[in-house]
């Protein structure tokens, strides 16, 4: 699986849209973008996952770049439950035999 | 809503005991999934099930063993537990292979437990 890059951290003011990057510059045509959240003592939580068209579900949106080397998730309207660790993985659709490696993730705080 | 339940939060064993994590989900799912995690190290796979009887290693199988005896279940065992063991165990259930729904692949999310903090002292 391809190895992502994001920032350790970042803050974002409450009601602002959080942007939150990703680096998969080595990413194959079979893999897929996954984004999960953990919030502080609770287990990780799926958010939205895309191959090469952009994503939109009530939680977030998901911007991939044409190239696929790099993708964005976007957290409209960010409240203080956003905070949390994000995590970027690219894993390749095997129908549940994926494994998912959370590297150390970026860890947003949302201002009040 | 899926709902993955670890029988722990938080634990607290001494080193040579034989400690049990449970873990149990009610969504009918075919695979489940045991991790790590630890700071700095990120989650890192131990052993998954892809099936009743069936288990898989992951990448850190060492000192661990795992029983799926029912569909819904999913235990980690730790046979004599050690120190470095010390450590939060997450559980994961996802649906499986070759699911569709309306004619579309179906998205093969993993759902998480809460997490079970094990010390061993």
């Known amino acids: 699986d391809a190895k992502t890059t994001q920032p350790t951290s970042m803050d974002c003011a409450e009601g602002r849209a959080a942007n939150l990057p990703c680096n998969h510059s080595?990413?194959?045509?079979?893999?897929?973008v996954y984004w999960y959240r953990q919030i502080h003592s609770q287990g990780p939580q799926y958010i939205i996952h895309?191959?090469?068209n952009n994503e939109t579900n009530e939680m977030a949106s998901l911007i991939i770049t044409e190239d696929r080397k790099s993708s964005t998730l976007i957290l409209p309207h960010a409240t203080l439950r956003d905070t949390a660790v994000y995590y970027c993985i690219v894993i390749t659709y095997n129908f549940g035999n994926e494994k998912l490696t959370f590297g150390t993730g970026t860890r947003l705080t949302i201002i009040p | 809503d899926v709902k993955v339940t670890q029988s722990s939060r938080y634990l607290v064993k001494r080193t040579g005991e034989k400690v049990f994590l449970e873990c149990v989900q009610d969504m009918d799912h075919e695979n489940m999934f045991w991790y790590r995690q630890d700071p700095g190290l990120g989650l890192r796979l131990i052993y998954f099930?892809?099936?009743?009887?069936?288990?898989e290693k992951g990448d850190i199988p060492e000192g661990y063993s795992v029983s799926r005896e029912k569909k819904e279940r999913f235990s980690l065992i730790l046979e004599s537990a050690s120190t470095n063991q010390t450590s939060m165990y997450l559980c994961a259930s996802s649906l499986g292979r070759m699911r569709t729904s309306g004619g579309r692949l179906a998205k093969n999310i993993q759902y998480f437990g809460a997490g079970t903090r094990l010390s061993v002292l």
């Open positions: 080595t990413i194959s045509g079979n893999e897929y």
């Open positions: 099930s892809y099936d009743v009887k069936m288990k």
């Open positions: 895309g191959l090469k």
